[in-house]
């Protein structure tokens, strides 16, 4: 997969993932399978790519009065250090993103952790969910991550949304739902 | 103690719902024990700390050979009957001899995760020896029968309901009674303990070569009174606690004691060269001390050269309470002495893979624990490390290698991936529920919904 | 016996480091620029009241006294609040209580004399050439320490003592406590509940 993925970005300048773990892995994996860094050289993730690249913190003022729950991805947090970048762009768009104690948790998604044992994986969703402050989106930059807490959301009949920092960022460029 | 970490899964499934006040609990704890932790770094730069460290315990362990001998000498010198076991059964051997030489009837211990390892509990009371576990949190699950289940807290997965209910069958304490008459019935109890055993068995945090000195923190006091007021002690040391220098040991004892509990240093610390009492020219203390270095299989993770470095642990527990899949069970799923991350690398290397491959997986890999490491162990490295060796050794299901592989072969083809994704949207919900995988995902939780169109035909279409 | 298993464990260790790349020893903590590495604020001139600000957080309590006279008296103060005591061996006379001895498994009272102590853990050094006993066993201990003793940091406390070592330096920085129970903190078990630092000599700085 990696020299197939290689091959398909080999003429970009830049590969721009709306995913924190697909980045971790282009950024740090990579380079060992290919044994060449120069892919992840010219890899980023969709916030940090708008903010620390193309300099832009105001994409346009369409999330005005959304109070936003932002859930940091462990791969974008961790293994990346894009922390600040998805809040900016989402404040500068008019949301507020409201203080989440938790918000830094891990989602309880792992991949295949998720299936294997499913249960702690349920559990740790649990977590997220039940300390999740009074909002009606969560925004998040990892499907991984979004699949399971809207899953077990829904579930659990929670009435809140879940959506992508990609569409959501659509969302605030746009100006409307 | 016997290894069940086989059983991860169910034993984690069973404390998650049929013991739901263990994940409270635990989480409660855990939390707490992060704040803490969190406050008492707040100032310092808790970076180059853990830098100076890393670099310490590295150098002790790439230099463990010479630095044993040191110690050994140094003890000696002192007085002290140094022993140097490879097994559980060495150890026990040690302790029949010793046990004999001195009729031992009763021994008083102190918190130690390596006498776990080494189930002396069960082997001293095979001789007819009486043990009293001293620490609060261990004589509450000696009470119980059960093994600990953290590091620093062994008991943390009991509320006090619990022990308010516990000490009412087996001490007599009033069923409403408050914490505080809780423990000064085990303090009085135990105390009498204290003062009539024999023999008091300790573990050891820190072993410095330098001058031969068995360093241990605590917050009760058992510790010190266990190797002070017996005639005998008996220190079980793993041979990874080396440090090399005198200088060294302050900053240590700080550092574990702040990532513990948050606090500046342990309540007590024994510093221990030698026997007191005529021995050693001294009022009291105990007239013989004792060492066991033991290996157990630390020798083998050093030989290890992509796992030795989890020989660096300083067993702080910070990992188990920053740890998110640790918060929602404790220990006991875990089915050996050490659990959380740092169990996860370290029980493989001590008794195989075969008998703990499941505790690399009971991990998101999310990197938390990474972050907290005192001594900068990569614990998400090694946990793919252990990961890889068990789809190698064929421990894995066979099935999710196929899965992957078939994943593999779709994703490397869009077309097919986009029918595929198409066909998802199709999926009837019988075959959600009894597909491997797909079962295990919605006994829990929704399936994702397919958007009935891929990204790339949105895009086509003209996503404006 | 014993010596077999020596010899293959070091022989296993010295194998498993035999193809490794050493790493050397750091050497003493280093400085950092910004926010410092070291713990406490070195350029703290009172070093004692910064000790007595460790040790009171900690649930200990600490009296400052000018002078032996002053020290006698509120001994006397003190002392009449206990039945019995346990002194250990190297208290001068002066500082020990005028009530009746006791062994120290019965005393509810037990002294001794610190050989140093640290501010930066708010830290009693404690040498067992005194006595074990009467530190551990009884529900109180009062230990008196002389001004000059206090240093600020661990590692100087303990440097003073590295060339003598007893058969153990304890360092008690507080009262005796856990969370065992349902995570609620109780005193007194199983060491003393309370510990009184009487700190003599120093002036009033505070």
């Not at chain 2, 008996?234 to 041979?239: D, E, K």
């Given at each position: 997969m990696a020299t197939h993925t290689a091959a398909v970005f080999a003429d970009s300048d830049y590969v721009v993932l709306p995913s924190g773990s697909c980045t971790a892995m282009l950024r740090h994996t990579y380079p060992r399978l290919l044994d060449s860094p120069e892919l992840a050289e010219r890899s980023y993730e969709l916030a940090e790519f708008i903010v620390d690249v193309l300099k832009v913190i105001e994409i346009g003022r369409g999330l005005e009065g959304r109070q936003i729950a932002y859930h940091h991805g462990c791969h974008a947090l961790r293994e990346l250090g894009v922390e600040q970048q998805p809040v900016r762009l989402l404040e500068s768009?008019?949301?507020?993103?409201?203080?989440?104690?938790?918000?830094?948790?891990?989602?309880?998604?792992?991949?295949?952790?998720?299936?294997?044992?499913?249960?702690?994986?349920v559990a740790m969703a649990d977590r997220k969910l039940?300390?999740?402050?009074?909002?009606?989106?969560?925004?998040?930059?990892?499907?991984?991550?979004?699949?399971?807490l809207e899953g077990r959301a829904r579930r659990r009949r929670m009435p809140i949304r879940f959506r992508s920092l990609a569409s959501t960022l659509w969302e605030a460029r746009r100006g409307s739902t | 103690m016997e290894v069940r970490s086989r059983d991860y899964r169910e034993r984690a499934r069973h404390i998650i719902e049929d013991t739901p006040d263990v994940r409270e609990a635990v989480t409660a704890a855990t939390i707490t024990f992060v704040e803490n932790r969190s406050k008492a770094f707040a100032d310092l730069d808790a970076e180059a700390l853990s830098r100076w460290a890393e670099q310490v315990k590295s150098h002790a362990l790439t230099h463990l050979g010479d630095y044993l001998e040191e110690a050994e000498a140094r003890l000696v010198e002192r007085g002290v009957h140094v022993h140097w076991a490879e097994t559980a059964s060495d150890v026990h051997q040690i302790f029949k001899s010793i046990v004999r030489e001195n009729d031992v009837q009763k021994v008083v211990k102190a918190k130690s995760m390596l006498s776990e390892e080494?189930?002396?509990?069960?082997?001293?009371?095979?001789?007819?020896?009486?043990?009293?576990?001293?620490?609060?949190?261990?004589?509450?699950i000696q009470l119980l029968g059960e093994p600990p289940s953290h590091i620093v807290g062994p008991s943390i997965h009991k509320s006090l309901e619990d022990t308010r209910v516990l000490f009412h069958e087996r001490l007599g304490t009033p069923r409403d009674a408050s914490p505080e008459r809780l423990a000064a019935a085990a303090r009085d109890l135990l105390r009498g303990q204290f003062l009539t055993a024999d023999l008091g068995v300790s573990g050891g945090n820190f072993l410095v070569a330098e001058t031969g000195s068995i360093a241990l923190i605590e917050n009760e006091g058992n510790i010190r009174l266990s190797t002070s007021v017996p005639r005998i002690h008996?220190?079980?040391?793993?041979?990874e606690k080396v440090l090399p220098r005198w200088t060294d040991l302050p900053t240590f004892l700080q550092i574990t004691s702040k990532s513990a509990t948050g606090q500046p240093v342990g309540t007590f610390v024994s510093i221990i060269q030698g026997p007191g009492g005529a021995a050693g020219g001294e009022p009291d203390g105990p007239e013989e001390v004792h060492v066991v270095l033991v290996d157990n299989g630390r020798t083998r993770l050093l030989a290890d050269p992509e796992v030795w470095e989890a020989l660096r642990c300083v067993r702080c527990g910070a990992c188990l309470n920053i740890c998110p899949v640790y918060r929602q069970t404790g220990g006991h799923a875990y089915g050996y002495v050490y659990s959380g991350p740092i169990g996860a690398i370290t029980n493989p290397g001590l008794v195989g893979l075969e008998e703990t491959w499941p505790l690399p997986f009971a991990s998101t890999a999310c990197g938390a624990c990474k972050d907290v490491c005192l001594v900068r162990i990569p614990i998400p490295d090694l946990l793919h490390v252990w990961r890889r060796r068990a789809v190698e050794r064929g421990l894995t299901s066979p099935e999710e290698a196929?899965?992957?592989?078939?994943?593999?072969?779709?994703?490397?083809?869009?077309?097919?991936?986009?029918?595929?994704?198409?066909?998802?949207?199709?999926?009837?919900?019988?075959?959600?529920?009894?597909?491997?995988?797909?079962?295990e995902w919605t006994a829990g939780r929704e399936p994702p919904r397919a958007a009935g169109q891929t990204f790339r035909e949105r895009w086509d279409e003209g996503i404006e | 016996m014993s010596g077999d298993a020596r010899a293959r464990i070091l022989g296993r260790v010295r194998e498993a480091n035999r193809d490794r790349e050493p790493v050397s020893h750091p050497g003493p903590l280093p400085e950092a620029a910004e926010p410092p590495a070291r713990f406490g604020d070195p350029?703290?001139?009172d070093r004692v009241g910064a000790f007595e600000d460790r040790l009171r957080a900690a649930g200990g309590e600490v009296v400052r006294l000018v002078d032996e006279d002053e020290a006698r008296q509120w001994l006397k103060e003190f002392a009449s609040g206990f039945e019995s005591a346990s002194v250990c061996a190297g208290v001068p006379e002066a500082f020990q209580p005028a009530i009746p001895a006791a062994p120290p498994s019965g005393a509810m009272l037990g002294v001794s004399a610190a050989v140093g102590a640290a501010a930066q853990t708010g830290s009693l050094l404690l040498s067992s050439r005194e006595g074990r006993r009467p530190q551990l066993?009884?529900?109180v201990h009062l230990v008196w320490v002389q001004a000059q003793d206090v240093r600020l940091t661990l590692e100087e406390a303990l440097d003073t003592c590295r060339q003598d070592l007893p058969a153990v330096l304890a360092l008690h920085s507080g009262p005796s406590k856990s969370a065992d129970i349902g995570q609620i903190l109780v005193t007194g078990v199983h060491g003393p509940g309370r510990i009184v630092a009487a700190i003599v000599g120093g002036g009033r700085e505070r």
């Open positions: 768009a008019g949301a507020r993103v409201v203080p989440w104690e938790m918000d830094q948790e891990c989602c309880g998604f792992g991949g295949l952790f998720s299936v294997k044992t499913p249960e702690v994986s039940d300390t999740l402050p009074d909002v009606q989106t969560v925004v998040s930059a990892d499907g991984g991550c979004l699949l399971q | 080494l189930a002396l509990n069960p082997f001293l009371e095979s001789c007819g020896v009486e043990v009293f576990e001293t620490d609060l949190g261990e004589y509450i008996v220190a079980l040391v793993g041979i196929s899965v992957l592989r078939l994943w593999a072969s779709a994703a490397t083809r869009a077309r097919l991936f986009g029918w595929a994704e198409n066909l998802a949207a199709l999926v009837p919900d019988w075959a959600l529920r009894r597909l491997p995988m797909l079962r | 350029s703290r001139a066993l009884p529900p």
